[in-house]
Nanobody, 121 residues
Framework: QVRLVESGGGLVQPGGSLRLSCAAS????????MGWYRQAPGNQRELVAT???????NYADSVKGRFTISRDNAKNTVYLQMDSLKPEDTAVYYC???????????????WGQGTQVTVSS
């Protein structure tokens, strides 16, 4: 069973920065795409950014130029560097891996438990 564990959330003032991390565990052989989503109260979960194992990235328009997604394939870990944070970035941030190849076969639709990011003065 694949487990994704996020860390790094917290309270930050507008204009500040935070770095989120998400580590995958559970006999992982390979993860192609990993990504970050977020969900604010009363809103649907939305894509923030994704990254493939080859390093190709995709960002939501609302975070382009402010957020940077990266990963360490050897550690099965994905990061989200968030700069110039705005109050509208406040949400629970979730790590996602649509398909994870494990020693016992593929695992689908893995999600972390979420980490709260609050941007407020």
């Amino acid at each position: 069973q694949v487990r994704l564990v996020e860390s790094g959330g917290g309270l930050v003032q507008p204009g500040g920065s935070l770095r989120l991390s998400c580590a995958a565990s559970g006999s992982v052989v390979k993860i192609n795409t990993m990504g970050w989503y977020r969900q604010a109260p009363g809103n649907q979960r939305e894509l923030v950014a994704t990254i493939t194992s080859g390093g190709s990235t995709n960002y939501a328009d609302s975070v382009k130029g402010r957020f940077t997604i990266s990963r360490d394939n050897a550690k099965n870990t994905v990061y989200l560097q968030m700069d110039s944070l705005k109050p509208e970035d406040t949400a629970v941030y979730y790590c996602n891996a649509p398909v994870v190849l494990t020693t016992t076969g593929p695992s689908f639709a893995s999600w972390g438990q979420g980490t709260q990011v609050t941007v407020s003065s």
